[in-house]
């Protein structure tokens, strides 16, 4: 028979993980991206063992992502007073099979894109190709294109991907009377600086209480100097309901224009005004989301990453989850073929489940606990145990885990999402 052709909308993370993985089967693709060129952009992210276990399988190597990031050793929530909430291992730390990763978004990117070029060549991404719409029809999809020349055109596949973000073209066909993007009232300032790491070489910090925080954690080894590349978030939350008016989607700032929220942050173990006013540039945005929706599938086409699910970054989950839906997707084209019957396969599988994490993250997933503190006590306690006992804490982030899709036990014992050298054949 003739061989398909899955197009996909979108050369981010889940975009790109999914023609490696459809390279890996056998399965014709091409890769539809709107910039001229890749840039490694954005800050830091982590990629959770459920992840990176599928990063392996693909025959990226720890070595790789080690040259991108660093592997987690801890997380960890801290009081606004510097006391420990709740600390556990990460990764292999903890006993997973796999790490977790610490990285730059933007270096992980650009990763992903060398390494399917290298595999699938260079035409595997239509560079400067947005994918602005479909039509469907019994023998598949064309998918309606602008490009950066400002001329459009059309292309014809068997199934569309929409891999294109939290402001998909493909989701806003799909589902048209969607509602517009939710915005909670948090605004985060994000930025990187070179400082030495806190409590580990690797640890992720979430630091103060549900209403302003701070986020920290390294994403690079650790120099001979003592210093890393360190990430931070800088969180606080607002009431005015027209703030999300006052700032970028994703726009540079200068550091002076929020510092004084943080300006008397400093521990005997932390100094986060030193941490903030060391990055070169500070970058704001509203944290935001998307309702979820009854579905990700149109006949030939289906939503994956960000275009289904876009969460708040809350749980450290997003891009996890991208490179998981993209392997699902390989495993039901292995058992039901690159048909429609496939993404209905897997729009049963997972839009539920992972439409109750985007609502536990938009309630501060894992970081629930600090809201936990903070209703208790008002985040003002000297031991943590008389708040909040540790096994009420264990419980709540077990459950956190097991809706993410990376409890320990149930993921060590889990056999390979696709078995190795498994192919389709045309």
């Known amino acids: 028979m003739n061989a398909p052709h899955v197009l996909i909308a979108g050369g981010g993370i889940g975009g790109l993980a999914l023609g490696l993985t459809l390279h890996q089967i056998g399965v014709p693709f091409t890769v539809l991206e709107a910039?001229?060129?890749?840039?490694?952009l954005g800050v830091g992210i982590n990629v959770q063992p459920n992840a990176v276990r599928e990063l392996l399988d693909l025959g990226i190597t720890e070595d790789q992502l080690g040259k991108v990031g660093v592997p987690a050793q801890e997380w960890a929530l801290v009081g606004q007073r510097g006391q420990e909430i709740y600390a556990e291992p990460r990764g292999t730390f903890a006993g997973y099979k796999w790490p977790q990763y610490a990285m730059h978004r933007g270096e992980f990117q650009m990763l992903l894109a060398r390494e399917l070029q290298n595999r699938a060549g260079t035409e595997a991404i239509r560079l400067g190709t947005r994918v602005i719409g479909y039509e469907?029809?019994?023998?598949?999809v064309t998918a309606k294109l602008s490009h950066a020349d400002g001329t459009t055109s059309e292309i014809k596949g068997t199934l569309?991907?929409?891999?294109?973000?939290?402001?998909?073209?493909?989701?806003?066909?799909?589902?048209?009377?969607?509602?517009?993007?939710?915005?909670g009232g948090s605004i985060m300032w994000r930025g990187t600086t070179r400082a030495k790491p806190a409590r580990t070489n690797s640890s992720f910090i979430g630091l103060d209480t549900h209403r302003q925080r701070m986020v920290i954690y390294p994403i690079s080894h650790v120099d001979s100097d003592g210093l890393a590349e360190i990430n931070w978030i800088a969180e606080i939350t607002v009431d005015d309901p027209d703030a999300c008016e006052k700032v970028g989607w994703f726009g540079q700032v200068p550091i002076s224009s929020f510092a004084h929220h943080f300006a008397d942050w400093t521990y005997d173990w932390l100094d986060v005004p030193a941490l903030i006013s060391g990055a070169d540039v500070a970058y704001e945005n509203p944290m935001i989301d998307r309702d979820p929706i009854d579905t990700w599938v149109d006949g030939p086409v289906v939503l994956i990453g960000d275009a289904a699910h876009p969460m708040y970054p809350t749980g450290s989950n997003?891009?996890?989850q991208a490179i998981v839906d993209a392997r699902q997707i390989g495993a039901a084209f292995l058992e039901h073929g690159v048909t429609p019957k496939a993404l209905c396969t897997f729009d049963a599988k997972f839009c539920g489940p992972i439409s109750?994490?985007?609502?536990?993250?938009r309630g501060d997933g894992p970081f629930g606990l600090l809201t936990m503190v903070n209703d208790r006590c008002a985040g003002a306690f000297e031991d943590?145990?008389?708040?909040?006992?540790?096994?009420?804490?264990?419980?709540?982030?077990?459950?956190?885990?097991?809706a993410a899709g990376f409890a320990m036990d149930a993921l060590n014992g889990a056999d390979p999402t696709i078995a190795k050298g498994a192919r389709i054949n045309f």
């Not at 910039?35 to 490694?40: A, F, G, I, R, W």
């Not at 469907?136 to 598949?140: A, M, R």
């Not at 109750?356 to 993250?361: A, I, P, S």
């Open 318 to 320: 997003g891009a996890s």
């Open 384 to 402: 943590i145990n008389q708040i909040i006992s540790p096994s009420e804490r264990a419980d709540f982030m077990g459950k956190y885990k097991a």
């Open 35 to 40: 910039v001229s060129e890749l840039k490694p």
């Open 356 to 361: 109750e994490v985007v609502l536990r993250n």
């Open 160 to 183: 569309l991907i929409g891999a294109d973000g939290i402001h998909s073209k493909v989701r806003a066909q799909m589902h048209p009377d969607q509602p517009p993007i939710h915005w």
């Open 136 to 140: 469907t029809n019994e023998v598949g």
